[in-house]
T-cell receptor, first 114, second 111 residues
Framework: DAGVIQSPRHEVTEMGQEVTLRCKPISGHNSLFWYRQTMMRGLELLIY????????DSGMPEDRFSAKMPNASFSTLKIQPSEPRDSAVYFCASSFQENTGELFFGEGSRLTVL | SQQGEEDPQALSIQEGENATMNCSYK?????LQWYRQNSGRGLVHLILIRSNEREKHSGRLRVTLDTSKKSSSLLITASRAADTASYFCARENSGNTPLVFGKGTRLSVIA
């Protein structure tokens, strides 16, 4: 299996622009998680889905952030409009919830908002 | 918000020495997991220990869990330069909630 695939790996954009991050989970996994990692705050859970349904989005910073999972093999995290404080590495992870709950992470999308 | 932290925040040792990292938490857990992150990469699962277990081994890794003290430790024996990475503990709190990660320990192994 190719593992969790995220794109883009790096994104540099200007404040106010829309950013869309993409994730393809491991085939057969039924849970998907979006995390944000910064030096100051560490790894924060933004939102997670079970069977394509959003379960808890309480970690989403504000209305500028939205996430979708239209099918079992694709998810997006959108920031509109982006701000410099959104600069971080965004990770997608998937798991098969009926197992141990071990998470499989993608390589991350490093976002820089100027 | 995150619960509990790893310590130390950073650790530098010589190749061949053992490295011990600790993790504390505040609420009841189902299991505790340790992950490794190389610079610029995603996190990789190392080992999981359930709340009814006290110790687990995997190769050069040894994990202990003390639920009475709400703490866990990760021991890497005979460290190698390739072990240089950040190590995170993650708690699955009771109630099947998503994993909560600490801020990690940055380990540097000097050849």
């Amino acid at each position: 299996d190719a593992g969790v695939i995220q794109s883009p790996r790096h994104e540099v954009t200007e404040m106010g622009q829309e950013v869309t991050l993409r994730c393809k989970p491991i085939s057969g996994h039924n849970s998907l998680f979006w995390y944000r990692q910064t030096m100051m705050r560490g790894l924060e859970l933004l939102i997670y889905f079970n069977n394509n349904v959003p379960i808890d989005d309480s970690g989403m910073p504000e209305d500028r952030f939205s996430a979708k999972m239209p099918n079992a093999s694709f998810s997006t995290l959108k920031i509109q409009p982006s701000e410099p404080r959104d600069s971080a590495v965004y990770f997608c992870a998937s798991s098969f919830q009926e197992n141990t709950g071990e998470l499989f992470f993608g390589e991350g999308s490093r976002l820089t908002v100027l | 918000s995150q619960q509990g932290e790893e310590d130390p925040q950073a650790l530098s040792i010589q190749e061949g020495e053992n490295a011990t990292m600790n993790c504390s938490y505040k609420t009841s857990i189902n299991n505790l997991q340790w992950y490794r992150q190389n610079s610029g990469r995603g996190l990789v699962h190392l080992i999981l220990i359930r709340s009814n277990e006290r110790e687990k081994h995997s190769g050069r890794l040894r994990v202990t869990l003390d639920t009475s003290k709400k703490s866990s430790s990760l021991l890497i024996t005979a460290s190698r330069a390739a072990d240089t990475a950040s190590y995170f503990c993650a708690r699955e709190n009771s109630g099947n909630t998503p994993l909560v990660f600490g801020k990690g320990t940055r380990l540097s192994v000097i050849a």
